[in-house]
């Protein structure tokens, strides 16, 4: 199963994607949520994003979030407790399988990868 959807990264639209996916699993709705803030916080807000989910043939799924800033790779930070921020990818890092970005010409793709778990009914 694949779903693909074109938005605006805004803040309002990290809610309403996650209830998209609400038939995935919670571990793939907090990386899209988180995946799709990076975006907002790091690229800007308004940037035009696809953002994929689709399970694989090896039992995970896959979660792409892509912009046109190749430039503007995440880091992977250890934030301090008294921080406010920069756990996003850490917590990607520990909740998944895998993540990584791939480049392109005018673009990039973050991705990563959960285990797939059973779907909820609707």
Not at 68 to 77: K, Q
Request: charged fraction near 25%.
């Amino acid at each position: 199963m694949t779903f693909e959807l074109s938005l605006l990264a805004t803040p309002k639209s990290v809610p309403e994607l996650r209830d998209h996916l609400r038939r995935h699993s919670y571990d793939v709705r907090l990386c899209v949520s988180e995946l799709l803030t990076n975006v907002i916080d790091h690229v800007g807000e308004g940037t035009p994003v696809t953002v994929r989910v689709t399970d694989t043939s090896y039992g995970r799924t896959r979660i792409e979030v892509t912009d046109p800033d190749p430039r503007a790779l995440p880091v992977l930070l250890r934030a301090t407790a008294s921080e406010e921020s920069g756990r996003g990818l850490a917590l990607l890092d520990a909740l998944t399988q895998g993540w990584g970005v791939e480049q392109g010409a005018g673009h990039k793709t973050v991705w990563c990868e959960v285990v797939r778990t059973t779907p909820r009914s609707p």
